[in-house]
């Protein structure tokens, strides 16, 4: 041990007196932060005593040097931020070059520091580096905006702070765009939500740093624009002053410098910041919600001032429609007086928003919230008619923006307005090991990806190919519902969305879907991911779930918006494949492969059908009737359906055709039952051609029997039935004699070929026609996937039976402008053989090349 | 000690976690993974149009045993994730020198 000194005495009972200030300062902090008061004024009085600490040293070392200097805190210190364990950064400014005693004054000055324990950042600055400040380094440009000085020379202080007022007009735009571009680049790492189940209170969206953010932003950008809008100050503050107590309670249980508000960390705070209730949970889970709170506020702040402090291209004022205006912000009331008093138009704003892809501006936004939080408008308020109705439905179709113009609405509490059941999953929070988001954030995220799976190769043109995509949409609204509640979540939120259905008067298939899609919606991830799909069993009974193709596409998509709403990292490109191949392998068992599972007479469905038959329909005809039908007919069917299909069936005839025209919603419904004969499907098809009918979609099935039901879905487009008083009559004449053989469709439909009105332009694709003799024992399976055209099914179906071969079972799907048609068919009672498959291609591939 | 490497069909995750679960092993890794053995994958079809499936998905289960342990740990993995069929997947051991423990720095044994 070397010679103890005067000079290391007093250098030793600096740092002790310095030691035992941090202590008591540090103590008072911890006292606050255990009553949980660690906020603003506990964190400014560490910061005092902090400045002491610093201003005694600057005194001791400033024997080194003759130099004049200033030493200042920044950053979260120069805020008066200062936390248990955050670290102090320094500005130390020279009015000379820096050399030997300069040096030897920053280690006399940071050497005690480091041995109490802080980590200490410092710039070390020339006062003439301030003549032009090197623009290099937004941080530390930034970090100047917070500069407070804390000893030194009062003319180096002066000159340090002229020297800084007189550069900054010219690179505060410059670094206001670096704020902006940092600001992005930190959300980002969060994946752009607040709603983390264990945030950042530090660096998270909506946090600390986002308050400071906010206030830099209207600071810097006041110069851009005249008159920037305040950013709500006693919100901000008051959002800051909570954020403050969590984070200094997460410094002193970590004993470091932790910012991430774990689940085990979320208890303490509960604890020490007094919540009140009945369990942990509950505690938690009332802390956790006011968190999210006053992120949310926070990032509407942010959000606001960063569009006046870096307003977009300008944009001239535009009225767009009923009492609204298209501004720099984005969507707003012209009218605000009208907006207030009509709740029921406030969701056209979205609706502009979301068919321009801008958002709704904040003051409309702000109107939205502050009319609903005083009248508290109950569900139907925003959907008075049919049209509104619609309307809304109509707004939830898949598009770029939804899922943001929802974040908005959900904001603003107008989602939950007009679907309370969301209201009770909002910050809902559930912990297990997988899930990263609050629940109603997970929902809307969802509804990201299904933006997102719009542009995925594999799965955008299963998406674009849904009937009523809004379906989808609505159903992820709801597929997690059941979370706030007892009892199996799908279950649950099956329940939940009931009212919602009633309120918004959906059709019974909308209904269906709905119902359907929630209760299965953990269905095919389970059975994806957790069993063996190479094993057909395991392919077929899932394929059973399903009523039509539709259905399983949208759980498909549902899926894999579901799972990739879990966490970043959770919908892997290997689940992704392994949810296509179940899908692929499900759709092709649908459309392939259902034609050898043919109904069983003791199976429950007949047994129900059979229970529930009406008293006109005896056991014998009912049970003869299905025979030999494939097993997918009871799924696609309803009873009410089977039962009419067996009374048009009665007595038929040899030539004869019992069937029934019904309207359906904007379509039409053919239901066709005969005894099975060469060219029916055909000659059924051609008289629909004839009349200008679209057919979207159908099925043909054949009993053993030799019983022929067709069913068609079929689109009027040209309205021949509404603007001809006797068009159904005419319609009645012509497939009666075209199925009895007193007229020749082929003849009807050449006259009609000819005419221009029949031609329409198509985008041209390459037809595909497929033959598949492994999904079936009995069926060779066509499969036709080409561009959809007047007539096209006749004439296919014609090639078909002009080649003598049998057509027992048909689905029909017209997805755009894509027909896709799926036969199975026979010659002489078995699969075709490959000679035969080769001419009909040829015939087929000629023909469907015509029609192009 | 040795480490054994198993490659698997994703289902039977569960059976082996469970067979192991009975041995006392609890700690392993689980990584999806993509590739082929003699099942070189298959052609599917979509809607008329063939693509390939040429890398199937499996699993990759990773334990370290103790040398006593290795055969009886094979041989539960074999049992749990055996089916007969092709792509049943592939068991390998490794030798490992060392081990630590992170949050304690110390030497497995």
Same mark, same amino acid.
């Given at each position: 041990?070397?010679?103890?000194?005067?000079?290391?005495?007093?250098?030793?009972?600096l740092?002790?007196?310095?030691?035992?200030?941090?202590?008591?300062?540090?103590?008072?902090?911890i006292?606050?932060?255990?009553?949980?008061?660690?906020?603003?004024?506990?964190?400014?009085?560490?910061?005092?005593c902090?400045d002491?600490?610093?201003?005694g040293?600057?005194?001791?070392?400033?024997?080194?040097?003759?130099?004049?200097?200033?030493?200042?805190?920044?950053?979260?210190y120069?805020?008066?931020?200062?936390? /248990?364990?955050?670290?102090?950064d320094?500005?130390?400014?020279?009015?000379?070059?820096?050399g030997?005693?300069?040096?030897?004054?920053?280690?006399?000055?940071?050497?005690?520091?480091?041995?109490l324990?802080?980590?200490?950042g410092?710039?070390?600055r020339?006062?003439?580096d301030?003549d032009?400040?090197?623009?290099?380094?937004p941080?530390?440009?930034?970090?100047?905006?917070?500069?407070?000085?804390?000893?030194?020379?009062?003319?180096?202080?002066?000159?340090?702070?002229?020297?800084?007022?007189?550069?900054a007009?010219?690179?505060r735009?410059?670094? /206001?765009?670096?704020?902006v571009?940092?600001?992005?680049?930190?959300?980002?790492?969060?994946?752009?939500?607040?709603y983390?189940?264990?945030p950042?209170?530090?660096?998270?969206?909506?946090?600390?740093?986002?308050?400071?953010?906010?206030?830099?932003?209207?600071?810097?950008?006041?110069?851009?624009?005249?008159?920037?809008?305040?950013?709500?100050?006693?919100?901000?503050?008051?959002?800051?002053?909570?954020?403050?107590?969590?984070?200094?309670?997460?410094?002193?249980?970590a004993?470091?410098?932790a910012?991430?508000?774990?689940?085990?960390?979320?208890?303490?705070?509960?604890e020490?910041?007094?919540?009140?209730?009945?369990?942990?949970?509950?505690?938690?889970?009332?802390?956790?919600?006011?968190?999210?709170?006053?992120?949310?506020?926070?990032?509407?702040?942010?959000?606001?001032v960063?569009?006046?402090?870096?307003p977009?291209?300008?944009?001239?004022?535009?009225?767009?429609?009923?009492?609204?205006?298209?501004?720099?912000?984005?969507?707003?009331?012209?009218?605000?007086?009208?907006?207030?008093?009509?709740?029921?138009?406030?969701?056209?704003?979205?609706e502009?928003?979301v068919?321009?892809?801008?958002?709704v501006?904040?003051d409309?936004?702000?109107?939205?919230?502050?009319?609903?939080?005083?009248?508290?408008?109950?569900?139907?308020?925003?959907?008075?008619?049919?049209?509104?109705?619609?309307?809304?439905?109509?707004f939830?179709?898949?598009?770029?923006?939804?899922?943001?113009?929802?974040?908005?609405?959900?904001?603003?509490?107008?989602?939950?307005?007009?679907?309370?059941?969301?209201?009770?999953i909002?910050?809902?929070?559930?912990?297990?090991?997988?899930?990263?988001y609050?629940?109603?954030?997970?929902?809307?995220?969802?509804?990201?990806?299904?933006?997102?799976?719009l542009?995925?190769?594999?799965?955008?043109?299963v998406?674009r190919?849904?009937?009523?995509?809004?379906?989808?949409?609505?159903?992820?609204?709801?597929?997690?519902?059941?979370?706030?509640?007892?009892?199996?979540?799908?279950?649950?939120? *099956?329940?939940?969305?009931?009212?919602?259905?009633?309120?918004l008067?959906?059709?019974?298939?909308?209904?269906?879907?709905?119902?359907?899609?929630?209760?299965?919606?953990?269905?095919?991830?389970?059975?994806?991911?957790r069993?063996?799909?190479?094993e057909?069993?395991?392919?077929?009974?899932?394929?059973?779930?399903?009523?039509?193709?539709?259905?399983?596409k949208?759980?498909?998509?549902?899926t894999?918006?579901d799972?990739?709403?879990?966490?970043?990292?959770?919908?892997t490109?290997?689940?992704?494949?392994?949810?296509?191949?179940?899908?692929v392998d499900?759709?092709n068992?649908?459309?392939?492969?259902y034609?050898?599972?043919?109904?069983?007479?003791e199976?429950?469905?007949v047994?129900?059908?059979?229970?529930?038959?009406?008293?006109?329909?005896?056991?014998?005809?009912?049970?003869?009737?299905?025979?030999?039908?494939?097993?997918?007919?009871?799924i696609?069917?309803?009873?009410?359906?089977?039962?009419?299909?067996?009374r048009?069936?009665?007595?038929?005839r040899?030539?004869e055709?019992?069937?029934?025209?019904?309207k359906k919603?904007?379509?039409?419904?053919?239901?066709?039952?005969?005894?099975?004969?060469p060219?029916?499907?055909?000659?059924?098809c051609?008289?629909?051609?004839?009349?200008g009918?679209d057919?979207?979609?159908?099925?043909?099935?054949?009993?053993? *029997?030799?019983?022929?039901?067709?069913?068609?879905?079929?689109?009027?487009?040209?309205?021949?039935?509404e603007?001809?008083s006797?068009g159904?009559k005419?319609?009645?004449?012509?497939l009666?004699?075209?199925?009895?053989?007193?007229?020749?469709?082929?003849?009807?439909?050449?006259s009609?070929?000819?005419?221009?009105?029949?031609?329409?332009?198509?985008?041209p694709?390459?037809?595909?026609?497929?033959?598949?003799?492994?999904?079936?024992?009995?069926?060779?399976?066509?499969e036709?996937?080409?561009?959809?055209?007047?007539?096209?099914?006749?004439?296919?179906?014609?090639?078909?039976?002009?080649?003598?071969?049998?057509?027992?079972?048909?689905?029909?799907?017209?997805?755009?402008?894509?027909?896709?048609?799926?036969f199975?068919?026979?010659?002489?009672?078995?699969?075709?053989?490959?000679?035969?498959?080769?001419?009909?291609?040829?015939?087929?591939?000629?023909?469907?090349?015509e029609s192009? | 000690?040795?480490?054994?490497?198993?490659?698997?069909?994703?289902?039977?995750?569960?059976?082996?976690?469970?067979?192991?679960?009975?041995?006392?092993?609890a700690?392993?890794?689980?990584t999806?993974?993509?590739?082929?053995?003699?099942?070189?994958?298959?052609?599917?079809?979509?809607?008329g149009r063939?693509?390939?499936?040429?890398?199937?998905p499996?699993?990759e289960?990773?334990?370290v045993v103790p040398?006593?342990?290795?055969d009886?740990?094979?041989?539960?993995?074999?049992?749990?994730?055996?089916?007969?069929?092709?792509?049943?997947?592939?068991?390998?051991?490794?030798p490992?020198?060392?081990?630590?423990?992170?949050?304690?720095?110390?030497?497995?044994?």
């Amino acid at each position: 041990m070397g010679p103890v000194n005067g000079k290391d005495v007093d250098q030793a009972g600096l740092r002790l007196r310095l030691s035992a200030s941090l202590d008591a300062a540090r103590s008072e902090l911890i006292d606050a932060t255990e009553r949980g008061e660690g906020g603003r004024l506990a964190l400014a009085l560490h910061s005092e005593c902090i400045d002491g600490i610093v201003r005694g040293l600057v005194d001791t070392a400033r024997v080194q040097t003759g130099a004049a200097l200033a030493v200042c805190a920044v950053g979260g210190y120069g805020r008066r931020s200062q936390f /248990l364990h955050s670290d102090i950064d320094l500005l130390v400014v020279f009015d000379r070059a820096i050399g030997r005693p300069e040096e030897r004054f920053i280690k006399a000055l940071l050497h005690p520091l480091w041995d109490l324990k802080f980590q200490v950042g410092h710039h070390v600055r020339e006062i003439a580096d301030f003549d032009a400040i090197d623009t290099s380094n937004p941080e530390y440009l930034l970090s100047l905006m917070d500069l407070r000085p804390l000893a030194g020379d009062r003319e180096m202080v002066d000159r340090l702070e002229r020297a800084i007022a007189s550069s900054a007009p010219q690179w505060r735009p410059q670094i /206001l765009d670096a704020l902006v571009t940092l600001t992005d680049e930190r959300h980002s790492e969060f994946h752009d939500t607040l709603y983390q189940l264990e945030p950042d209170v530090k660096d998270g969206p909506g946090a600390l740093r986002d308050v400071w953010a906010t206030r830099m932003m209207l600071h810097l950008g006041g110069e851009r624009r005249h008159a920037p809008r305040p950013a709500s100050p006693d919100r901000l503050n008051d959002a800051e002053e909570f954020l403050m107590r969590i984070r200094s309670g997460l410094h002193l249980d970590a004993g470091r410098n932790a910012n991430v508000l774990s689940y085990e960390l979320q208890e303490k705070a509960a604890e020490r910041l007094r919540y009140t209730g009945p369990d942990v949970r509950r505690r938690v889970e009332a802390l956790m919600t006011d968190y999210f709170k006053d992120a949310r506020s926070v990032t509407r702040a942010l959000g606001r001032v960063r569009r006046v402090a870096v307003p977009p291209p300008p944009t001239s004022i535009r009225l767009i429609g009923q009492n609204l205006m298209w501004v720099v912000e984005g969507i707003t009331f012209a009218d605000v007086t009208a907006a207030a008093a009509a709740p029921a138009e406030w969701m056209r704003a979205f609706e502009a928003a979301v068919s321009r892809n801008v958002p709704v501006a904040d003051d409309a936004l702000a109107l939205i919230e502050r009319e609903q939080q005083v009248h508290n408008h109950a569900p139907e308020a925003f959907h008075p008619t049919d049209e509104h109705r619609q309307r809304i439905v109509q707004f939830l179709r898949p598009r770029p923006g939804l899922s943001a113009r929802l974040s908005e609405m959900r904001d603003c509490g107008l989602l939950g307005a007009i679907f309370p059941e969301l209201n009770e999953i909002s910050c809902r929070v559930t912990r297990d090991f997988y899930h990263k988001y609050t629940v109603d954030e997970h929902t809307l995220l969802t509804v990201r990806n299904v933006e997102r799976l719009l542009v995925n190769p594999r799965f955008g043109p299963v998406l674009r190919e849904l009937r009523a995509p809004e379906m989808l949409v609505l159903s992820l609204l709801y597929h997690d519902v059941g979370k706030a509640r007892d009892g199996d979540h799908s279950i649950v939120g *099956a329940e939940m969305a009931t009212g919602m259905m009633s309120r918004l008067g959906l059709d019974e298939d909308a209904r269906q879907t709905i119902d359907f899609l929630i209760r299965a919606h953990l269905k095919m991830s389970r059975i994806a991911f957790r069993r063996d799909t190479e094993e057909p069993e395991v392919v077929r009974q899932f394929a059973s779930l399903f009523s039509t193709e539709e259905h399983l596409k949208m759980l498909v998509l549902l899926t894999l918006a579901d799972v990739g709403a879990v966490s970043p990292d959770t919908l892997t490109p290997w689940k992704e494949e392994l949810l296509w191949r179940l899908y692929v392998d499900a759709y092709n068992q649908m459309t392939l492969g259902y034609g050898d599972d043919i109904i069983d007479r003791e199976q429950a469905l007949v047994a129900a059908l059979q229970a529930s038959r009406p008293a006109d329909i005896s056991e014998t005809e009912m049970a003869s009737f299905l025979e030999g039908l494939p097993r997918r007919y009871l799924i696609l069917f309803s009873p009410e359906a089977i039962y009419g299909h067996v009374r048009l069936s009665r007595d038929i005839r040899p030539d004869e055709a019992h069937f029934v025209l019904q309207k359906k919603a904007e379509a039409w419904e053919l239901t066709v039952v005969s005894l099975d004969k060469p060219f029916l499907f055909s000659n059924i098809c051609g008289v629909l051609a004839y009349f200008g009918m679209d057919i979207l979609r159908g099925h043909a099935l054949t009993s053993l *029997a030799g019983t022929a039901l067709d069913v068609f879905e079929f689109a009027d487009s040209d309205q021949f039935f509404e603007l001809n008083s006797e068009g159904r009559k005419e319609f009645d004449r012509r497939l009666h004699e075209v199925i009895n053989g007193q007229a020749d469709v082929t003849s009807l439909l050449k006259s009609k070929e000819r005419s221009v009105l029949f031609r329409r332009a198509l985008v041209p694709r390459t037809p595909v026609v497929y033959f598949d003799n492994g999904h079936s024992q009995r069926y060779t399976v066509l499969e036709i996937v080409a561009e959809d055209a007047p007539g096209l099914l006749y004439r296919v179906s014609r090639a078909i039976s002009d080649h003598g071969i049998d057509v027992d079972l048909v689905l029909i799907s017209t997805e755009g402008q894509k027909a896709i048609d799926v036969f199975h068919i026979t010659r002489g009672g078995a699969k075709l053989l490959e000679d035969a498959e080769a001419a009909l291609k040829a015939d087929l591939e000629r023909m469907l090349k015509e029609s192009a | 000690m040795k480490l054994i490497k198993a490659i698997v069909r994703p289902n039977m995750v569960d059976n082996i976690k469970e067979a192991l679960g009975k041995m006392n092993i609890a700690g392993m890794t689980v990584t999806e993974v993509r590739g082929h053995g003699r099942q070189k994958g298959h052609t599917a079809v979509y809607r008329g149009r063939e693509y390939e499936v040429s890398l199937l998905p499996k699993m990759e289960i990773e334990v370290v045993v103790p040398d006593s342990s290795v055969d009886e740990a094979i041989k539960a993995i074999i049992g749990a994730a055996r089916t007969g069929e092709i792509g049943d997947g592939r068991v390998f051991v490794m030798p490992v020198e060392q081990g630590y423990n992170i949050r304690t720095g110390e030497k497995d044994v």
